[in-house]
């Protein structure tokens, strides 16, 4: 993030298909526009939003809301003490990780175990402790067609030991767009709860909402999920809000976490959407906007990279939900990192594949001919970036280690 936001203020025209910021949907900040003007009308309720502290676990009105809206449609057991609010669901794993893992006072030291890398580079470097705290599974790879491909969670190399305090997974992943099938993810709900440990499944871009998912996928949740959500990839990243929901004990250690840190999450974002959360709009919007989106340029990002390098050993994990394509360069004579370098010279920022494997030893070489590129910048940046992208790779398959192409 360092990186990409000092290149963020350099001189040079930038195509920024590296962030995790989210695309600017018309429709979408339309609504968002709506509801603020009608927040605004309604009596003194903007002045008690931006006037008043919420309480330690978040605004109780949106968790109400929230909680209306998942029994109606979902049928989930959830009550508003099953919810909490933080700044962000980063902010939230921050927590939850340090929960989970590090060294307990039996003189034990705990993991996160994460049963499929590449995972969200967002969770490494979350301990507060010197140790890492995760441990990582290599997945399986299904090669499909001259173009896909697809990993798989490699159960017959899962092992849960006894040094695991939580299981944790992106749906979709990020950095891949993978999304985890529904018996897949039935496999890690059983893991975790035969071994009495909790299963986070972190759904950032996933369901019920924003539901960036192209694939079949069932929405769950039970009191041995921690399910993370976030409204920032429904367009609202400057909002800082996320949501844990999860069993009452834990939600009580959240709020807590909060009080100590933060005193009380932000109000704004929670504000903003109660009533289109209440109404189960947001379900339709996610559907009909969000989603379609996303798809549509994912298709045409897709159908760049075939048409811009059919002469290059390249193929595209299958791109299952998300904002990002997961490019891998099966050969690539430089690293991933050296790419990254050279693209950035270019004035193309993604990110560099190596740092999304938290937790597994480095030495897989995979990891080193991959990067992720997002297709949520605009779709100028989008395909000039791509033409970039193709280009920089062709002369390091043609040149090897030697050559920087400053064209
Ligand atoms: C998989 C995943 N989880 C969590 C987050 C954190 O999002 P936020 O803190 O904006 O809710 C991100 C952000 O990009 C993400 O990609």
Known sequence: ????????????????????????????????????????????????????????????????????????????????????????????????????????????????LLPMTPEYIGYADVGLGEQSIFTANQPLIEKRDELLFKYRVDFEHLEVNHDIGAVCISRPTNPTGNVVTDNELNKLRQLAANKGIPLILDGAYGLPFPGIIFTDATPVWDTNIILCLSLSKLGLPGTRAGIIIAAEPLIELISGSNAIFTLAPGRFGPGLITNIMASGEILHLCQNIVKPFYRNRSDNTIGLVDQLMSDLPVRIHVSEGAIFLWLWFEGLPISSEELYQRLKARGVLVIAGHHFFPGLDSSWQHRNECIRVSYAASETDVIKGIEIIADQVRIAYLKGASKVSNA
């Open 1 to 112: 993030m360092n990186d990409l936001g000092h290149a963020v203020n350099t001189e040079t025209k930038l195509h920024m298909l590296g962030g995790g910021n989210p695309a600017t949907i018309p429709a979408m900040e339309k609504v968002f526009r709506r509801e603020m003007m009608a927040l605004m009308s309604r009596g003194r309720e903007f002045e008690n939003m931006i006037g008043n502290y919420d309480t330690p676990q978040g605004n109780r009105m949106f968790a109400g809301a929230l909680a209306t809206m998942l029994q109606q449609n979902l049928g989930w057991p959830v009550t508003p003490s099953n919810i909490a609010i933080t700044n962000g669901s980063q902010a939230g794993f921050g927590i939850l990780f340090n929960l989970f893992s590090g060294a307990f006072p039996d003189g034990s030291f705990k993991k996160i």
